[in-house]
C-alpha cells in the first residue's frame, strides 16, 4: 500500500495504518510477555519475547525507511514535473524563433519523459514487491513464534494447575519440542525437583525440630530451677555484701580517728622534740659555764697556792727579820747607851716582824681555807661537768627518741591515711558489688521469667513444628516416592541459531 500511494497523504494514511498494526502487534507480545512472566519462566524466554520485539521494531523501522524512499521518489516526481513544465515553457519559447526546433525538442522531451517514467514504474514496482515480501516475512513469522508460545505457554499452564490442584511435586512438565521453551521448562522441571527435596528436608527438619523444642523445654524448666536457686543465694550475698559495706564504713571512720590522732601525736613529738632539743642546747651552754668556772676555780687554786709560797716567803723573811732584830737588840745591850737607840728600833722591828709573822699566820690559814674551798669547788665542779654531760647524753638520746617517735608517728599517720582511702575505696567498691549484687538479682529475676517464656514458646513451637509437619504431608515430595526427574532434558540452542527466527515443524502440537 505504502508503495502504490501517490499522493504524500495517500502515503500518510498507509504509514499510519502499518504502523497501527505494528502497534497491535506489539501490544500482543506485551500480552504474551505478560503470560510468561505470571507463571515465573526463566529469563531466556525475556529474551526471546525481547528478540522479537526487535524484529517487530525492526520491520517498523524497514517500513519507515521505505516510506521516506516512496517520499523520495514522489519528491523526484514532482522535480520531473517541474523540469517538464521548464522544458515545455523553453520549448514554447523556442517554438517562436523554429518550428522545427521546437517539433524536434518536443519529440525528445517526450522520448526523454517517457524513458524516465518507465524507470520510475519499474522503481515503484520493485519497491512495492520488496515491501511486500518484508511485510509477509515479517507476518508469518510473528504469527509463527506467537502460535509456539502460546502452545508452550499452554503447556507449561496445564502442568503447573495440576501440581497445584494435586500437590504433588514429583510431577514434571512434559518437553516436546526442542526450542528455547524446552530450556524454560527444563528449568521449571528443576525448580520442582528443588522444591521437592526442601519440601523432604523441612519435613525432616519439622521432626528434629518437634524433638528440639522439647528438650528446649526440659532444658528451660531446668534453668528455671537453677536460676531461682541462683537467686536466693544472690539475695543472700547481696545481705552479706550491705553488712560489709557497714563494716568497712566504721573502720574507716575508726582509721580516720586514728588518722588524726596520729597526727596530733606526731605534733607533740615534734614540740617536746624541739623543747627536748633546747634543753640540750641549755645544758651544753651550762656544761661550758661550769666548765669555765672549773677552769676560773683551778686559776684561783694555783694562785692560791702561789699566795701561800708568798706568805711562806713572808714567814720566812719574818722569822729572819724577827732573828735580826733580836740580834739588833742583843748588839744594842752590847753597845750600851750607844746602841740603845738602835736597840728601839730593833725593839720596833722585832714587834712589826711579831705582828706581820701573826698577820701572816692569819693570812697562811685564810689561803688555806681558801685553796680547801676551791679545791671542793673544782671537785664539785668537776662533779656538775660529769653531770652535765650526762644531761647533754641523755638529752641528746631523749632528742632522737623524739625524732624517732616524730618519724614513726609520721609513718603511721601515712599508713593511717593509706588504710583510711583504702577502707573508702573498699567502701565504695562494696557498694558497687551491692549494686552489682541487685542488678544481678533483677537479671536473675529476669532470667527466671525469661525461663518461664521459653518454656512457654517452647510448647509453642513443638505446636507449630507439628502443624507444620501436618501441612507438609499434604504434598508429594522426593522424600516419600524418590527423587523426580525432568522428563526431557535438552541443551540449550546455540547463539546465533534460535529457532524463532524460521519456521519450524518444533511448533507442532
Known sequence: MIMLSETPAELDRATAEVQAIQARISRNMSQAGKGIKEIKSSGFVDDTVAAINGAVA???????????SQRKVQENMTLVDSSVKKVKMVALEQGHKSEANVQSTAQEQQKFVSVVTQRVDLF????????????GLVLILTITTTVCIVRSLARLNGSIVAIAETGDFTKTAEIRNDDEFAVTINAFNKLLDSFSRILAKVSESSGKLTGSSQG???TAQAIHSTTQEQSTSVGQVAAAAVEMSQTISMVSQNTSRIAQSATEARQL??????VVSQTGREVQEIARTVQESTVVMQTLNERSQ?????????IEITDQTNLLALNAAIEAARAGDHGRGFAVVADEVRKLATSTAEATVGITERVKAIQADAAQ??????KSLERVRLGVEHAGQAGDSLRQI????????????EIATATVELSSTAEQISTDIVAIEKVSDETVKAAAAIAVESDALAGLSVELKTEISRFTHTGQQGPALPAKCVNPPDAGKLSWLKPSSNCAA
Open 269 to 274: 613529738a615534734a614540740c617536746g622534740a624541739d
Open 377 to 382: 669547788a673544782v671537785t664539785a665542779m668537776n
Open 124 to 135: 515503484k514496482k520493485l519497491l512495492i514487491g520488496i515491501s511486500l515480501a518484508v511485510i
Open 406 to 417: 616524730v618519724e614513726s608517728v609520721t609513718s603511721l599517720q601515712g599508713m593511717a591515711s
Open 58 to 68: 525492526s520491520a517498523g523501522s524497514s517500513l519507515r525507511t521505505i516510506s521516506a
Open 306 to 314: 702561789q699566795v701561800g709560797e708568798i706568805v711562806d716567803v713572808i
Open 216 to 218: 528446649l523445654t526440659r
